[in-house]
């Protein structure tokens, strides 16, 4: 069975700071990767997704992440954070046959 | 705004109580999905319908009774619930059960009294 695992439980950044948020994942199989996103009282939005071909995904307001096949890692980045990305950030995995299965979320506090 | 719509989007209810969630898609996705979130923790998965039928049922109480009437509706009915069940319930819908992502409603925060 697959497993997702965020290393960080809160993250606190100023405002310009860059921002690194570490997923690893443990299945031996092809897997389809995802950041979701989660502002206070709001649904769960994609920021992005891998499923083949370039490891470095882009996504929706300036995030991108980077595929490590060796690493089974999903890292999420934004070279400058803003208060408005302020929220709870969820990785998940789904290989095929499999469920869909979120990583326990990154808080991301960013301060004025 | 989401594509997947959840109604109610709060509701209040005493154990004896029976009261139904529902939630509907128009983007032709044939996967939907109910999740249960409590605060601060991910999603965990309840039920997933394929094609109109169940095919995962994560080992939920039967108190929680999902239904699929269409292609574009799920409901979750429930019955006798306990405090503990008290938390958001989202709905997702995907074009296929693997290798799509899921699209999130705004959910239903129940509070079970």
């Known amino acids: 069975a697959q497993s997702v695992s965020q290393h960080n439980h809160h993250v606190i950044l100023s405002e310009a700071a860059s921002l690194e948020l570490g997923c690893n994942y443990s299945?031996?199989?092809?897997?389809?990767l995802f950041w979701y996103v989660q502002y206070p009282g709001q649904h769960l939005q994609l920021l992005l997704k891998?499923?083949?071909?370039?490891?470095l995904v882009k996504g929706i307001k300036g995030f991108e992440a980077e595929f490590i096949k060796s690493k089974f890692s999903f890292n999420l980045r934004k070279p400058s954070v803003q208060w408005s990305d302020t929220a709870e950030y969820f990785c998940a995995v789904n290989a095929y046959g499999q469920n869909f299965v979120f990583g326990p979320g990154t808080r991301l506090s960013v301060l004025p | 705004d989401t594509e997947v719509t959840q109604t109610p989007k709060h509701l209040v209810m005493g154990m004896t109580n029976k009261k139904s969630l529902k939630c509907e898609q128009h983007m032709g996705h044939r996967a939907m999905y109910w999740y249960k979130q409590k605060a601060k923790k991910p999603p965990e998965l309840m039920f997933v319908?394929?094609?109109?039928?169940?095919?995962i049922n994560e080992s939920v109480p039967s108190r929680f009774s999902p239904e699929c009437p269409n292609s574009s509706l799920l409901n979750l009915h429930l019955h006798a619930l306990q405090p503990e069940d008290s938390a958001l319930y989202l709905c997702?819908?995907?074009?296929?059960?693997?290798?799509?992502?899921?699209?999130f409603g705004d959910g239903t925060r129940l509070s079970i009294l």
């Open positions: 997702a819908s995907s074009q296929g059960v693997t290798n799509q992502p899921q699209h």
């Open positions: 299945y031996g199989g092809t897997v389809n």
């Open positions: 319908y394929s094609y109109e039928k169940l095919s």
């Open positions: 891998y499923f083949s071909g370039d490891p």
